[in-house]
């Protein structure tokens, strides 16, 4: 039996990817959770004819702990994309303190429900948020680096189809599966396109087209948040992007060595961690490609930093100092 719980299932990225965990046939039980127009979506994705149910779960008052706890009951696998996009007038420190609460909140609720699940943050910021849960199951002495995951999938599908189109005769976007390091926002970023197949067409750009090619995968957000002209960020694309990480997860329970980059802890519990986080400035998060098993992260493939290339060296200079301090900003939200 699997159970997988989306905390946030009715928002702009919590609904599309509710519908493709709905349609994975590996997933038993599908809980919906959110603090508002929830039973809606539930009973619209339970006339869907797959292997799944689904349950919708809406705290009855602010103060209701319940909802949450009744979604998260045995859960397997909780993905949080709940959060408050950005309005007119707010600052980024203001999207950061409403962000960070509901996360906190809902990793209590992880700590005390299904402190052995895995746990796929997208809330933004990614940067920030995965140290806040951390801390927050560090707290509760539930804390397993091996499961929790930062979802950073977006920036490898956006590397992967941002250099195809520049070579649409001789490529498609599936040829590729560009490692992108680092954070999750802007210049923390950084596409390894100097590795793999994706060299060859690297080689065929100038200097500036290069350039050109790493700022839109480290800020190909913003496209989406103009086109959208105030109506929110990336959605779909980053529910495909959360669903690839937690399909890739499903499948290491049965089969091991799946790899996928992801953002994570450095914990020295967890194989190569310890070798990788000296050669990025001793940070204690950092996406790297990792080996998944049936117990979560068994493997960081920190050996790619030995091959990358000296323009990529610079780009990861500039993304362990930012990241050095939204990671601090994650944990001093929650040890104030
Ligand atoms: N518990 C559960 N769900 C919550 C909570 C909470 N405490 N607070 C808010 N939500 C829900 C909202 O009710 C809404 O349905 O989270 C959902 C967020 O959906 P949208 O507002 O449409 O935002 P979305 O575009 O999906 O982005 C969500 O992901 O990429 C990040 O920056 C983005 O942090 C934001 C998050």
């Known amino acids: 039996?699997?159970?997988?719980?989306?905390?946030?299932?009715?928002?702009?990225?919590?609904?599309?990817?509710?519908?493709?965990?709905?349609?994975?046939?590996?997933?038993?039980?599908?809980?919906?959770?959110?603090?508002?127009?929830?039973?809606?979506?539930?009973?619209?994705?339970?006339?869907?004819?797959?292997?799944?149910?689904?349950?919708?779960?809406?705290?009855?008052?602010?103060?209701?702990?319940?909802?949450?706890?009744?979604?998260?009951?045995?859960?397997?696998?909780?993905?949080?994309?709940?959060?408050?996009?950005?309005?007119?007038?707010?600052?980024?420190?203001?999207?950061?303190?409403?962000?960070?609460?509901?996360?906190?909140?809902?990793?209590?609720g992880i700590a005390e429900t299904c402190p052995d699940a895995f746990v796929l943050i997208i809330s933004n910021p990614v940067n920030s948020t995965v140290p806040i849960v951390a801390e927050t199951l560090k707290k509760n002495n539930v804390f397993n680096p091996k499961k929790l995951f930062g979802v950073t999938t977006l920036d490898i599908v956006r590397a992967n189809t941002f250099i195809s189109q520049l070579f649409p005769k001789e490529s498609k976007p599936t040829d590729f599966n560009i490692n992108v390091i680092g954070g999750h926002s802007g210049e923390t970023i950084v596409p390894l396109y100097s590795l793999g197949n994706s060299k060859q067409y690297l080689d065929k750009l100038s200097e500036e087209q290069q350039k050109e090619l790493i700022h839109r995968v480290?800020?190909?957000?913003?496209?989406v948040v103009q086109a959208k002209n105030?109506?929110?960020?990336?959605?779909?694309?980053?529910?495909?992007?959360?669903?690839?990480?937690?399909?890739?997860?499903?499948?290491?329970?049965?089969?091991?060595?799946?790899?996928?980059?992801t953002f994570l802890n450095l914990d020295s519990s967890i194989k190569g961690?310890?070798?990788?986080?000296k050669l990025v400035g001793n940070l204690d998060f950092f996406s790297l490609p990792v080996k998944l098993g049936k117990s979560g992260i068994?493997?960081?493939?920190?050996?790619?930093?030995?091959?990358?290339?000296?323009?990529?060296?610079?780009?990861?200079?500039?993304?362990?100092?930012?990241?050095?301090?939204?990671?601090?900003?994650?944990?001093s939200f929650v040890k104030k």
């Open 218 to 223: 480290q800020f190909g957000g913003d496209e």
């Open 230 to 261: 105030g109506a929110g960020s990336a959605t779909l694309s980053m529910a495909y992007a959360g669903y690839k990480l937690a399909e890739s997860i499903l499948k290491a329970l049965d089969t091991p060595n799946v790899v996928e980059c």
């Open 298 to 331: 068994e493997e960081v493939q920190y050996e790619i930093l030995d091959k990358i290339s000296d323009n990529e060296k610079k780009l990861l200079e500039v993304a362990v100092d930012q990241l050095s301090k939204n990671i601090e900003k994650g944990v």
């Open 273 to 277: 961690a310890s070798e990788a986080k």
């Open 1 to 108: 039996m699997v159970k997988v719980t989306v905390c946030g299932a009715a928002g702009g990225i919590g609904q599309p990817l509710s519908l493709l965990l709905k349609l994975n046939p590996k997933i038993d039980e599908l809980a919906l959770f959110d603090v508002v127009n929830v039973p809606g979506v539930g009973a619209d994705l339970s006339h869907i004819c797959s292997n799944s149910t689904t349950s919708s779960h809406l705290p009855s008052a602010k103060e209701d702990k319940t909802a949450l706890a009744d979604s998260l009951k045995n859960s397997d696998l909780v993905i949080i994309p709940a959060g408050v996009p950005r309005k007119p007038g707010m600052t980024r420190d203001d999207l950061f303190n409403i962000n960070a609460s509901i996360v906190q909140g809902l990793a209590q």
